[in-house]
């Protein structure tokens, strides 16, 4: 059965032999406008979703894209699959910039891209069973002959492990889990290339997000589709994914191998973030787990501050990361390893110390000068 | 002396051997139109003040209706229950409304998930803490109120809390709404402190920051918290005391250390097993927990796990399916109770463990 899914795919793959990524996507920007309020609408400032974010993901392989809210990880994807219009940079795939490309001119590309959406509840058509929802697709790109797209439906749900007798339910007949079967089912429908999973497993309950990965991990060795895993489950990602982007405020700060992103993290914020996952092997020592504590909150995306975007909570930031901002350089001898920090290096718990005791000190002295002002 | 510890102010200096909170027995059921919903059956667990009680679940396993009892939010008319739940030694199943209203928010605060849900968009932030001090201290001005609620703001680490305490609710970020809903539950000093999923909404950094705070005003305060999570990770460093839940029934109770190194019910080794840990070898398939949670309109017979579980082979005969275990103490006695029926658990677990390993 699942042969007759994977036989075609074989064939329809002329490019692959000349060891380009499937996916290369330069200097990507996003930005949304604001606008005034009142009659005149003026465009008063933009969000700098994503700004200049450069990626690019191999044939059959996973990237996983982490970060916290805001960070324009939702944005990144859904500029990918066109959803959004991007503002300017270029996203190559398979030799074809999309960025320009007309709806009508990306209809024959959307077959290739598909999307796994977060929320299993608000992505499928209440109204419309689960032979609609899957069965669409295949006929909106006509892929099987109009009388064959039962029998290829029921295929797929056996597939992603649901009975393909349950064709004709509707989506509130399946729990939380069986909906998101449901939903990779219709992105695996046109047998993509590359599939963007927008926090696939993050709205499921813990033992069925288990099943939902390993269903992905062998759809994807299955039929060789690439993923672009987006989540802010850091521990979720470093299963699924052999190369890890981390991005900040709408920048990527930090891209490599699971290792090194995990082990060695040169910049400070993956750093930090690291720290901050709590760990279930906690609970053999009791207590918090040594974290780094990140001051304040992320900046505005309309304002973002000058130079290094994650200076305002660093605490290496010295003068320069106001000025200039860091680029993506390598880290010492590993060509896949990249950080974006004027003073990237493996954590080391005495310099943040150190600079802890500075920055205290520096508080109390300019409390201590407002006071003297004051008096 | 059932309503004294709630109408005497007094009553807050709780002194007993009796730990502050006592859930004995707690049944509730949900008439529907499809039939009797059985969300919690027969659960029982303490609280001492001081300590953190961790209550982990799947959605659906009765976590969150057992504490709804506990702060009164159920409709009497719509809800069937029984037991007894003792708050500072006072009776509190079935307490009239005004009674409840004067525990609730005074002895007893709640935070939950969803702040923006659960703060009133049209009012100031500052003002609804104030109302949340003043329903309680009708002595107190307008200004003490308004006061308090800025020192509260200060205190769960608000930036400039006098200005902030003038925005409404949409103007501050996750993090912050989170801080001042936690600002609004501990205005009044409560002992008891419920957590109803209070960091699931938020970024890492911002729940650690949230749990540091937490952990910061039990050890100020000395209030009991219950924290209802589903992410063992956040227990495994939040909580002295674990319930783990099942299908509206306690299938697993003890230390959190026990619990989490040494589990001895299929359900939570299923849970452990089944979530990608950090130092875990990436390469390795996850081992889910089979199937889907168990419905309660009719819960399965027998063990709520049995349809789930993978070692019911390992029970002499179809005990599974017939009988309920019994909470009993494990091999390590008292302090770790499960509801199984395998007789040496840890083994077998941990036998199973080395097994899925090495295939």
Redesign the interface.
């Known amino acids: 059965m699942t042969e007759t899914i994977a036989s075609d795919r074989s064939t329809a793959d002329p490019s692959s032999a000349d060891g380009s990524p499937l996916l290369e996507v330069t200097d990507l920007v996003k930005y949304f406008p604001v606008k005034s309020s009142g009659v005149i609408r003026r465009v008063i400032g933009q969000v700098q979703a994503v700004d200049g974010v450069s990626f690019s993901v191999g044939r059959a392989e996973s990237l996983g894209l982490v970060g ?2 805001g960070c324009g990880k939702t944005t990144t994807g859904r500029v990918l699959t066109k959803l959004y219009e991007p503002t300017s940079g270029s996203m190559v795939f398979e030799g074809t910039d999309l960025a320009p490309l007309s709806a009508k001119e990306m209809l024959p590309i959307r077959k290739d891209v598909q999307m796994i959406f977060q929320d299993p509840y608000t992505s499928l058509n209440p109204r419309h069973t689960v032979g609609a929802i899957v069965g669409t697709p295949l006929q909106v790109h006509s892929v099987v002959p109009r009388n064959k797209v039962l029998s290829r439906v029921q295929e797929l749900l056996e597939l992603v492990g649901l009975n393909p007798e349950h064709y004709n339910r509707y989506p509130n007949e399946f ?4 909906r998101q079967r449901i939903g990779i089912a219709r992105a695996l429908a046109l047998q993509p290339k590359l599939m963007i999973a927008d926090e696939p497993v993050s709205a499921l ?7 939902v ?2 269903l992905l ?1 062998d759809l994807q060795k299955e039929f060789d589709i690439a993923f672009l895993f987006i989540a ?1 489950d ?3 990602v ?2 699924f994914c ?1 190369r890890v982007a981390v991005m900040y405020l709408g920048k990527i700060v930090e891209i490599g191998d ?1 290792e090194s992103i ?1 082990r060695n993290a040169h910049h400070p914020y993956t750093q ?3 720290s ?9 020592v ?4 040594e ?1 780094i ?2 001051e ?3 900046p505005s995306p309309i304002n973002p501050p000058s130079g290094c975007r994650f200076r305002t909570r660093c605490w290496k930031a010295q003068d320069i990361c106001a000025e200039q901002e860091p680029p993506l350089l390598q880290i010492g001898d590993n060509p896949g390893h990249q950080a974006a920090c004027h003073f990237s290096e493996p954590y080391d718990s005495a310099i943040h110390d150190a600079a802890k005791i500075t920055r205290a000190a520096a508080s109390r002295a300019a409390t201590e000068s407002d006071e003297a002002n004051a008096s | 002396m059932t309503t004294s510890a709630v109408a005497d102010p007094t009553a807050k200096e709780w002194t007993s051997d009796e730990p502050f909170l006592v859930v004995d027995d707690l049944t509730v059921k949900f008439p529907t139109a499809d039939g009797l919903v059985h969300a919690v059956t027969g659960l029982s667990y303490k609280v001492e003040l001081g300590k953190t009680l961790g209550i982990v679940g799947e959605s659906g396993s009765g976590k969150s209706v057992s504490s709804m009892a506990v702060v009164g939010l159920h409709d009497p008319k719509r809800t069937r229950m029984s037991g007894s739940i003792r708050v500072g030694g006072a009776e509190v199943v079935w307490l009239s409304e005004s009674k409840m209203r004067r525990l609730r928010g005074n002895d007893v605060a709640m935070i939950f998930q969803d702040a923006l849900a659960a703060l009133h968009p049209f009012y100031r932030v500052g003002v609804q803490i104030a109302e949340a001090y003043l329903s309680h201290h009708p002595k107190a001005t307008k200004r003490e109120a308004q006061q308090k609620a800025v020192s509260m703001l200060d205190r769960v680490g608000i930036p400039q809390p006098d200005q902030r305490a003038r925005d409404f609710p949409h103007q501050f970020s996750g993090g912050m709404r989170q801080r001042a809903m936690i600002a609004m539950a501990l205005v009044n000093d409560p002992k008891l402190l419920f957590a109803d999923e209070p960091t699931t909404a938020l970024d890492v950094t911002v729940q650690a920051q949230i749990l540091d705070l937490l952990q910061e005003l039990q050890r100020d305060f000395g209030s009991a918290i219950v924290f209802i999570t589903h992410d063992l990770g956040v227990i495994a460093e939040m909580a002295d005391q674990v319930l783990v839940m099942y299908g509206g029934r306690a299938v697993e109770y003890g230390t959190c250390k026990d619990i989490l190194t040494t589990p001895q019910m299929p359900y939570t080794w299923g849970l452990l097993e089944s979530i990608p840990e950090m130092d875990s070898d990436p390469t390795q398939r996850l081992l889910p927990i089979a199937g889907t949670p168990p419905s309660l309109l009719t819960p399965p017979s027998g063990c709520p796990f049995h349809p789930r579980c993978r070692f019911t082979g390992d029970v002499p005969g179809d005990l599974c399916e017939r009988e309920l275990p019994e909470l009993l103490p494990g091999i390590e006695g008292v302090r770790h109770l499960k509801r199984c029926h395998l007789r040496d658990s840890a083994e077998v677990l941990s036998r199973a463990a080395t097994s899925t390993r090495e295939s």
Not at chain 1, 276 to 284: F, G, K, L
Request: a positive charge.
């Open positions: 916290e809210s729990s939380g889990g069986q309950d813990v033992s069925i997000q288990a099943q990965i390993n991990q802010h850091l521990s979720v470093r299963h052999p699971r995990y930090a973030l690291l901050a996952i709590p760990d279930v092997s906690q609970a053999q009791g207590g918090r787990r974290r504590w990140l304040g909150d992320v």
